[in-house]
C-alpha cells in the first residue's frame, strides 16, 4: 500500500497532530539531538501523534510480508556518508491525505536530520583525526628537536675528544653546554678539576659527593648506572669496568637541571674515564718505571746507567740528590703513605723516584729527590693528607747530600740511621736530618770507624786543614780549651802561652769554624770530636 490509498469511510480521519507546528517542533528536535538512535526514537513517539501510525517490528519483516489489510509503508534513507536506513512503517487503516502530507514531511525532516548528524559525526571523526594528528606530528617535532640536541652534545664532545683535551677541557665543556657548575672529584673525593661558580657550597669549603655518606651514594649510584642525583648535585661515576677512577657531577642547587643536561653529563664521563683510564696506565707504567730505577739507585748502581733511565723517564739525576725515608706508625699502610707523597709532588709541581713494599724495607717509603727540597714542606704535607691520629708517630729521615746517583745507597743508609735514631727519641715525630744529627751520629749503635771520621771531618775539619798547611796549633788549643771547661786562665797555663795569645787563638778559631762556642751543644759535639780525635790518631783521651 502506499500513502495516496483511499481513506476508510468508516474511520474518523482528523489527525491527532494539533497542527504543523507540533510536527515542526518534532522535526526540530531531531535536528538538535545530532544523534541516529536519538532521531529514530523521536520518530516512533511522534508516529502515533500524526495518526494510527507505527514502525513495523523486525521480526515481523523476516520471511514473507503477510497478506493481510495491515497499511504498511517502506522507508529507505541511503546517502554516502552514514549507514542507510531501512525501516517499515504501519497503520490499520490507509492515512488521509493530511495525515500523509505530515508523515511525509516528517520522513524528509527524519532524512534530513540523519544527514545532518552523519556530517556532524564525521566532521567531529575528522576533527579528532586532525588533532591527534596534530599532537602526534608536535610529538614527532618534539622528538626530533631532543634528537637533534642530543647530536649537537654528541658532536661537541666527539669534536673534543679529537684533540685530545684532558680533564680541565672537558670539565669546561660541560659547564658551557649546560650552564651549570662542574667538579671532577677523584676515587677518594678530592677536588681534581672544577668549573664555574659552585653556589652550592660556599667558599672555600669544599663537601666531597656524599659528604659522611659518601660510600652509600657511591653504592647508589652505581646501582643506578646513570646520572644520580644526591641533594643540589647530579652524579655520575666515572668508571671504564669495575674500577672507579672518580666522581664528575653537576651542581644544580636549583634544580634546573634538564634531561638534556643528563645527556651531556653522560657524555662527559665517558669521555673522561677514557683519559683517566689512559693517563692511570701512563702512571702505573711510568710509577712502576720510577720505582724500579729507585730500587737499583738504592741498591747501587753506575752512574752512566742511571743517568740514561732517569732521562728517559723524564727525571733529571744530575743535579745533587738525597734521599728521604716515611715511616707513618704501623696502621698507616705504606701504599696510602704513597699515595700522599704522590699528589703532594703534584700539588708542588715537583717528582721524585719513590720506592716501597719489598724493593727495601716493608713499611717504610724511599724517596730520591731534589737536595734542595724542603723536607719540612714535605712532612706537613704528609701530615696534612694522613692526618695526625692518635699514636701514629710519623717520621722522615733525610740522608746526606750526593752529588752521583752511584753515592745514593749512603745516603740511603744515613736517612735510615736518621730515621731509627729519631723513633727512638724523646720526640720521635717529626724530621731527623742525618747531616743534623751530631753526636747522636757516633752514639748510634750502627755506627763505624767511618762515621767516627765523618763527625770528626764535620767539626774539626776546617782546624785540621789549618793546622796542615800552617804547621799551627789551632785544633790543639781547641783541645785544651774544651778540657779546662772554657777557662782561659787554666788553658793558658796548661798551653804556656800568654792569656792574649789565647784570646787571639780562640777568636781565629771561631772565624775558621763558623762555630758558636757559647752554645752548649756545640761545645759538646767540639768536645766529643777532638776526643775522637785523639782515639782515632792512636793517643788517650783526658
Request: one cysteine or more; glycine letters at 8%.
Amino acid at each position: 500500500m502506499d500513502l495516496d490509498a483511499a481513506p476508510d469511510p468508516r474511520v474518523d480521519h482528523t489527525p491527532r497532530a494539533t497542527n504543523l507546528s507540533a510536527v515542526l517542533a518534532v522535526t526540530a528536535h531531531m535536528h538538535d539531538c545530532g544523534n541516529r538512535d536519538e532521531i529514530l526514537s523521536l520518530l516512533a513517539e511522534a508516529l502515533p501523534e500524526l495518526g494510527p501510525f507505527s514502525v513495523e517490528p523486525v521480526s515481523v519483516l523476516t520471511g514473507d510480508v503477510p497478506d493481510d489489510e495491515v497499511w504498511r509503508h517502506r522507508v529507505l534513507l541511503d546517502d554516502s556518508w552514514s549507514r542507510p536506513v531501512s525501516l517499515t512503517l504501519r497503520a490499520d487503516y490507509p492515512p488521509t491525505p493530511v495525515q500523509a502530507t505530515l508523515l511525509e514531511l516528517l520522513i524528509q525532516h527524519m532524512g534530513s536530520a540523519l544527514r545532518a548528524a552523519s556530517l556532524s559525526s564525521r566532521a567531529a571523526t575528522q576533527e579528532r583525526h586532525l588533532r591527534e594528528a596534530t599532537d602526534e606530528i608536535t610529538v614527532i617535532g618534539t622528538r626530533a628537536a631532543r634528537l637533534e640536541e642530543e647530536a649537537k652534545i654528541h658532536r661537541t664532545f666527539g669534536r673534543l675528544a679529537a684533540t685530545g683535551a684532558d680533564e680541565t677541557a672537558i670539565a669546561e665543556t660541560l659547564h658551557q653546554v649546560t650552564g651549570l657548575a662542574v667538579g671532577i672529584e677523584d676515587a677518594f673525593g678530592n677536588l681534581r678539576v672544577s668549573a664555574g661558580p659552585d653556589t652550592s657550597v660556599p667558599a672555600p669549603r669544599y663537601r666531597k659527593v656524599g659528604g659522611g655518606n659518601r660510600v652509600d651514594v657511591l653504592r647508589r649510584a652505581a646501582m643506578e648506572g646513570g646520572p644520580l642525583r644526591d641533594d643540589n648535585r647530579i652524579v655520575q661515576l666515572v668508571r671504564p669496568g669495575q674500577t672507579l677512577l672518580g666522581v664528575l657531577y653537576l651542581s644544580d642547587p636549583e634544580h634546573k637541571a634538564t634531561e638534556l643536561d643528563a645527556v651531556a653529563l653522560e657524555h662527559a664521563a665517558t669521555m673522561l674515564a677514557v683519559d683517566m683510564a689512559h693517563r692511570r696506565s701512563l702512571a702505573e707504567t711510568e710509577a712502576r718505571l720510577s720505582r724500579d730505577l729507585g730500587a737499583d739507585l738504592l741498591a747501587g748502581t753506575d752512574d752512566e746507567s742511571a743517568y740514561s733511565r732517569a732521562d728517559a723517564l723524564g727525571y733529571d739525576l744530575h743535579t745533587p740528590q738525597r734521599v728521604l725515608v716515611v715511616h707513618w706508625g704501623p696502621d698507616t699502610p705504606v701504599e696510602s703513605v704513597t699515595e700522599a707523597f704522590r699528589r703532594h709532588l703534584t700539588a708542588t709541581d715537583s717528582s721524585a723516584l719513590l720506592v716501597h713494599g719489598n724493593e727495601h724495607r716493608t713499611g717504610v717509603l724511599a724517596a730520591v729527590m731534589d737536595a734542595k727540597t724542603d723536607v719540612n714542606t714535605v712532612f706537613a704535607a704528609l701530615e696534612k693528607s694522613l692526618g695526625p691520629t692518635v699514636g701514629v708517630v710519623g717520621v722522615v729521615g733525610v740522608g746526606s747530600e750526593c752529588t752521583s746517583p752511584s753515592t745514593l745507597p749512603d745516603s740511603y743508609t744515613h736517612a735510615m740511621r736518621a730515621l731509627e735514631i729519631r723513633k727512638q727519641s724523646n720526640s720521635p715525630c717529626g724530621v731527623a736530618l742525618f747531616d743534623e744529627l751530631g753526636v747522636y751520629r757516633i752514639l748510634d749503635s750502627h755506627s763505624t770507624t767511618g762515621d767516627v771520621e765523618a763527625f770528626v771531618q764535620e767539626w774539626l775539619g776546617p782546624l785540621l786543614d789549618y793546622d796542615r798547611e800552617h804547621r799551627s796549633t789551632m785544633t790543639a788549643t781547641l783541645a785544651q780549651y774544651l778540657e779546662c771547661g772554657g777557662k782561659y786562665d787554666e788553658t793558658a797555663q796548661a798551653l804556656r802561652i800568654h792569656r792574649s795569645t789565647l784570646r787571639y787563638r780562640m777568636s781565629r778559631i771561631h772565624e775558621l769554624t763558623g762555630r758558636d762556642l757559647r752554645s752548649v751543644d756545640t761545645r759538646l759535639n767540639l768536645h766529643l770530636a777532638s776526643r775522637a780525635l785523639q782515639v782515632l790518631a792512636g793517643g788517650a783521651p783526658g
